[in-house]
Each structure stands twice: as structure tokens, then as C-alpha cells.
């Protein structure tokens, strides 16, 4: 499938779960196209992946700031798990968040809030984090297999290719995205190189373990733009290298 296919289709995925939701009445938000969706139902995915013996293990996490995992950062914090952070769309060299549940000054569910962390915690630079037990991502639409749509930027797979590379993400890093029941797809989601699957998708009612999740070594600097570097330093940093 040529690239623009690959896209055009991936979006018609997208707007198709998002179409769903809303007629749904299944999500927070006024108008979800665009968004990883804040669905009903995020407390109780969270509550279920707690239950879960690989985040009972996991001492350190990174997840997405979208609304829909707040109840996960929040747990996690609770449960005094190191939470990691994306800053938004990578603009700095220090990428990162660190949220460390010894250090917060406000309540975990306040600090778990993306416009507080970015007014509370420090950024770090990808090679001062420590290795990922678990790492939380958000989807607009995922297949049983693993493979996912997000909102269509790609920052999460940049994320997972520049922590590959800096070895913070291990065979042993469990990769979980929490959804709607409605964003598990029965349409097969083509993948690229660089698209990261899940291990595992938690839903209100359901934990799906999914087979032979495809993980991308490092960076496909040939799927990037110079554009697209430029606008991120990190990866700009990791180029030089």
C-alpha cells in the first residue's frame, strides 16, 4: 500500500471509530474528531489494568497526557510508580516530564493533569530516564493483532524509536494503550516500519493480549522529514550522534 493510501486509509479508520463514539454518546468530549478520545469508561480501564501483574511489577512508566490516561498517571502516582511524560509535540531538547511520587508537591490526580505537570515537573533529556517497565499509550483505533491509530502526528512513535535507541526500552517493556470497546477494530490496520503495536489493550470490561506485537528498532529516519527533525530536537540531537 503507497504511503498516501496507507494515510487516506488510516484516517478513514480513525474517522470511522470517532463517528461510532459519538453516536455513541461513549466520550467526554464535545467534539472527538482530532483527539484520543476521552471516553466513558477511563477510570474503570485504569482500575482494570491495575489489576494486571505487569503493572503490579512496574516501578516505572511512561504514558501519553491525553485526558483519557489521566486516571492511569494518576494511579500510578498513587501507587508511587515513577511517571514519565511527553512534553507536547517534543519541542524541547529536554522531551520529558518527570513526575516522581517522593517529590510532588499537590495531590497524585493534580499533578497527573498535563497542564500541571507542565507547571510542576522538570524535564529531563531522553538519556536521564530510567528504563520503561511500562509504557502507556492512547489510540484512537487498535486492532486485536496490536496495531493502532493515533490522531495521525506520530509523536508516539518518535517517542518509542528515541527511547529504543537510548536502550530505555527492553524486551521486557510491556507496551498497553486503554480504550472504548468501540475503538477495538475488527479492520485490519496496515503497518510501517516505525508504527509501534501493543502487548495488551485494556477496556472497561476486557484485557486483550495481543500476538507478536511489532516493535520498531530505533528511528526510520527515511520515514522522517527534514522538516519534521527539525522541529524536534531531540531527534536532531540523536542525528549528530
Known sequence: MAVNSLDR???AVRTQVWDVLTAADAVHDS???GRIPHFKG???AASRLAELPAWQRASVVKAVPDKAQHPVRTRALEERKTVYMAVPKL???KPFYLLDPAALTVPPAEAAASRTAAAIAPTVEV???RPLDLIILGS???NRDGSRVGKGAGYSDIEFALLTEAGLVTPETIVVTTVHALQVTETAIPTTEHDVSVDLIVTPDET???PSPHRPSGVDWSALTAEKIAMIPALMARQRQ
Open 91 to 93: 519541542a524541547t531538547l
Open 31 to 33: 467534539s472527538v474528531h
Open 127 to 129: 538519556d536521564a530516564l
Open 208 to 210: 486483550i493480549a495481543c
Open 42 to 44: 477511563s477510570e474503570q
Open 140 to 142: 484512537v483505533a487498535v
Open 9 to 11: 486509509f488510516k484516517q
